[in-house]
């Protein structure tokens, strides 16, 4: 069964960047996909990023190209989401799980979901 732990939240100043970390078992090989997802309370989450495993195929939510970038550590099972020129609307829980995209590149998470507690990113406006 798949497991994934998010670190690496914090507060920054609009403008600024941190680097959010997901750990991940039972998810990574190659033929998963994983990627970053975001939600606000009262909304809907967010697909935000999706890499395949094998680091073939990178995605971005169109809010986000430029500005992040997805990147991991295969030995460690681990991604990384390097998020730079953070706005105060990145501010959200931020959470990993396996992924897929759809027609029109929308970025979904894959089901079953295998969610782990989150991160928090707070950009003060």
Known sequence: QGQVTESGGGVVQAGGSL????TASGLTSDGYAM???RQVEGKEREG???MTWSGGRTWYADSVKGRFS????????TLYLQMNSLKP?????YY???C???AGGLILPKTPSHWGQGTQVIVPS
Do not use: H, P
Request: with cysteine; net charge neutral.
């Open 19 to 22: 680097r959010l970390s997901c």
């Open 100 to 102: 897929v995209v759809v």
């Open 48 to 50: 935000v990023s999706c």
């Open 89 to 93: 609307e990145d501010a959200a829980m």
């Open 35 to 37: 990627g970053w997802f």
């Open 70 to 77: 997805l990147s991991r550590d295969t030995a460690k099972n």
């Open 96 to 98: 990993c799980a396996a």
